[in-house]
């Protein structure tokens, strides 16, 4: 009795092992063959998928579920993160081969570039992707880094403070605003180092910093807390917000513009070569970039296609990132000349 109590034992066991490997989804797996119907069916048998993105928690959101309408069989899970932390993970799970993500948004172009020939990321295939709209020949890099968004930032203002508003960067040398202006730490991020690098392009060079340094202006870590002391009236002026619709919604006395030349950094999708629900994956990463989606995630940013309410520029005329001051030996020269400019 004990020998054919533990044979049965073993041969539990056994089961139990096969149908966690067969239906865990540990090991990745491509997408099925076929036309994008049995990529849906597929994707709605696997159940779930993982997005990791950079972008505003609200606006994720948005997405969670405006996608789970769309697709209710399919349980999105959301990480948000910013980039350093989630290419981190990306990289390790493509290293090990045992994915948690599926999907991931960033802006590191610089990553995307050192990723090129690698696997970490699988090429796209849904037929979003091939709207006219869309314009896949620009908006897909490598086959496999397909762009979803921008974040824009420009100038906020208190209308309290200031009522006739803010039309243009070169407005904040006005001397009634010294001490009144608030800016962000050219050190905090590269995504900051390119928006210094655009002031100087369109506005003056260095000599247009050195001006608005002389205005005496608080810094701030980032361009949220920044939007936050424009809307409560610790600045007048913020000089890197993002729209601020939130506060505006809220009732807060502000208002904002992109300027004259609009600048932004280009969110981009990838379907990981690591995931463990290869069907879904390129499911979501084709919502993404229909009317529905970014419906949810691009009001108060840029969106891929016309005619999204609430997007405040259009994703596919941002231009790419100047990687001479965000990457490497530039950056570091960049950023030592500027917080000397600004300390």
């Not at 041969?11 to 491509?30: K, N, W």
């Not at 424009?230 to 513009?257: I, Y």
Request: charged share 20%; hydrophobic share 40%; glycine share 10%.
């Amino acid at each position: 009795m004990r020998t054919r109590r533990l044979v049965g034992a073993l041969a539990a066991a056994t089961l139990a092992l096969t149908v966690a490997a067969c239906g865990g989804g540990s090991e990745p797996s491509g997408p099925v063959d076929g036309p994008w119907e049995n990529v849906v069916e597929a994707a709605k048998k696997e159940g779930k998928v993982t997005l990791y993105s950079t972008q505003a928690a609200p606006r994720l959101a948005d997405l969670e579920k405006a996608f789970e309408k769309e697709y209710p069989e399919i349980d999105l899970e959301v990480v948000r993160g910013v980039d350093a932390d989630l290419l981190s993970k990306i990289d390790a799970e493509s290293r090990s081969g045992k994915g948690i993500g599926d999907v991931a948004v960033i802006t590191d172009v610089s990553w995307m570039k050192a990723n090129a020939d690698n696997d970490v990321a699988v090429s796209v295939v849904g037929p979003a992707f091939d709207a006219p709209d869309y314009n896949r020949a620009t908006s897909i890099v490598d086959d496999r880094f397909f762009l979803e968004g921008a974040v824009i930032l420009g100038l906020g203002w208190n209308t309290k403070a200031v009522p006739g508003g803010i039309k243009d960067p070169r407005d904040l040398l006005d001397p009634s605003l010294k001490g009144k202006i608030g800016i962000v730490n050219p050190a905090t991020s590269p995504t900051y180092l390119d928006y210094y690098a655009h002031l100087e392009k369109y506005y003056g060079g260095e000599d247009f910093i050195k001006k608005l340094a002389a205005q005496n202006p608080r810094i701030y870590p980032s361009n949220q807390p920044l939007g936050q002391a424009v809307a409560s009236g610790e600045v007048s002026v913020g000089l890197m917000t993002d729209p601020m619709l939130q506060a505006k919604n809220s009732g807060a006395p502000v208002d904002w513009t992109a300027g004259p030349h609009v600048w932004g950094a280009k969110w981009y999708g990838l379907v990981l070569g690591s995931s463990p629900h290869p069907n879904a994956a390129q499911v979501l990463a084709d919502f993404m970039v229909t009317p529905a989606g970014q419906a949810a995630t691009t009001p108060g940013y840029a969106s891929v296609l016309p005619g999204i309410e609430g997007s405040v520029a259009d994703a596919q005329k941002v231009a790419d990132q100047n990687l001479d001051v965000t990457t490497g030996q530039g950056a570091q020269k960049y950023r030592s000349e500027l917080e000397q400019i600004l300390r």
